[in-house]
């Protein structure tokens, strides 16, 4: 990838789209092998190159964001993280229209993130809720994007009753 970048930089300029893509990739690499402020300064860069070409609501602007925003998230910077996959379902929403599959990572990557945190239950639960209905309309009944949304909304409605649980016994104490 490094070397393809170089090649892009000097064919197209340091600002190209392709350039941006190349170093989403290495930033991805670099994630995975724990190089996070590496990898961080990479995908910043990627974003601010897609923006640049493309403005600011397009898909590989969006795909930027979720990709940092997960190794944010993976690195419990959760205050951090949130705004971004907010901002990259906000786009995606834009393009597609809210009840598209194509805003379902996002919708599915939030309400993790706000389960992660402990915080906003009631949110999260709408967002996989929905996430499951746009599955359910455009997907088959057993398809594993639909299991997976399940699981995900079953830890959800746990942690709920646990919440819950746990509210009650402070009180009686």
């Not at 974003?47 to 690195?75: C, F, R, W």
């Not at 951090?80 to 996002?106: C, D, Q, S, T």
């Not at 746009?134 to 949304?149: D, S, W």
């Amino acid at each position: 990838y490094e070397r393809a970048i170089e090649i892009w930089e000097k064919v197209h300029g340091p600002d190209h789209p392709h350039v941006g893509t190349g170093l989403c990739n290495v930033a991805a690499l670099l994630y995975h092998q724990g190089k996070y402020d590496e990898a961080k300064s990479l995908y910043e860069r990627a974003i601010e190159i897609h923006e640049k070409s493309y403005g600011p609501n397009h898909p590989a602007v969006a795909t930027d964001l979720n990709n940092l925003a997960i190794m944010l998230q993976h690195q419990s910077k959760h205050d951090e993280a949130e705004p971004l996959y907010r901002r990259a379902l906000a786009i995606n929403e834009k393009i597609h229209g809210p009840n598209h599959p194509n805003v379902v990572g996002e919708l599915n990557n939030l309400a993790m993130l706000l389960l992660n945190e402990g915080k906003k239950y009631k949110e999260a639960r709408l967002l996989l809720k929905r996430a499951l209905d746009i599955l359910m309309t455009t997907l088959p009944a057993q398809h594993p994007n639909i299991k997976v949304i399940r699981t995900n909304l079953n830890a959800i409605e746990n942690r709920m009753r646990k919440s819950r649980k746990e509210n009650k016994n402070r009180k009686r104490k």
